[in-house]
């Protein structure tokens, strides 16, 4: 079956660091794969996408790459803030034609702290 | 665009009593749904999921149902509430369409047991 597999938290860094959390994936086929935020209290939000190999998807700063050779989407920050302190969850989505109903396979998410 | 709305945001109740929570889809047409359980600020469990009116597939044996009464709207119920009901409970949505999209979700509800 399809799994996810994240690097152990908690993760604690000082503002202006550099963040790698990694991510790694077993699913046939070409997966599309995501990382999500969650914020405390909160739902999680989309953070970035990629559908296929070597895609990178960024936003906010964020970047992660889909490595196929690796079956890797690595989360990375070049300067974090207090602001980015929350739960990171990296998630795929087997294309398995018209039987996955779009379900999403998650890792077991990542706490982030930033301190200032 | 689309919104998911989720309520109540907080809710206890005692052991045994019913559970309905509520969630709605705006902004499209015929997604798919789902119910999430999440324990410790961490780990999703997936709950249920719909495909359409009426359709429901249920992932993990539980106290636990869920309906669909209509194309956007999602409940999830229980008769009799256990203390290991307890935890925080996320709706999401998807486009049915495309090998690509991916899940949206509600602001969730922290479920209380007492």
């Known amino acids: 079956g399809n799994s996810v597999t994240q690097m152990e938290g908690p993760v604690t860094l000082s503002e202006e660091a550099f963040l790698t959390i990694n991510c790694t994936y077993t699913?046939?086929?070409?997966?599309?794969l995501f990382w999500y935020v969650q914020y405390p209290g909160e739902g999680l939000q989309l953070l970035l996408k990629a559908t296929k190999a070597d895609d990178k998807g960024s936003n906010k700063g964020f970047e992660a790459t889909y490595r196929k050779e690796t079956t890797s989407f690595h989360l990375e920050k070049g300067s974090v803030q207090v602001s980015d302190s929350a739960v990171y969850f990296c998630a795929l989505r087997a294309n398995a034609g018209g039987t996955s109903y779009g379900k999403l396979t998650f890792g077991q998410g990542t706490i982030l702290t930033v301190h200032p | 665009s689309q919104t998911i709305h989720q309520w109540p945001a907080t809710l206890v109740q005692p052991v045994g009593s019913p559970l309905s929570l509520e969630c709605t889809v705006e902004?499209?047409?015929?997604?798919?749904l789902y119910w999430y359980r999440q324990a410790a600020g961490r780990g999703l469990q997936l709950l249920f999921y719909?495909?359409?009116?009426?359709?429901i597939s249920s992932e993990v044996p539980q106290n636990l149902s869920a309906s669909r009464p209509q194309d956007r709207q999602f409940i999830l119920s229980s008769k009799k509430l256990l203390l290991s009901d307890s935890g925080f409970y996320l709706c999401?949505?998807?486009?049915?369409?495309?090998?690509?999209?991916?899940?949206?979700f509600g602001d969730g509800t922290r479920l209380s047991i007492l």
């Open positions: 999401a949505w998807s486009f049915t369409g495309g090998p690509y999209q991916p899940q949206h």
């Open positions: 719909s495909v359409g009116i009426g359709q």
């Open positions: 699913a046939t086929g070409y997966p599309s």
């Open positions: 902004g499209t047409s015929n997604p798919n």
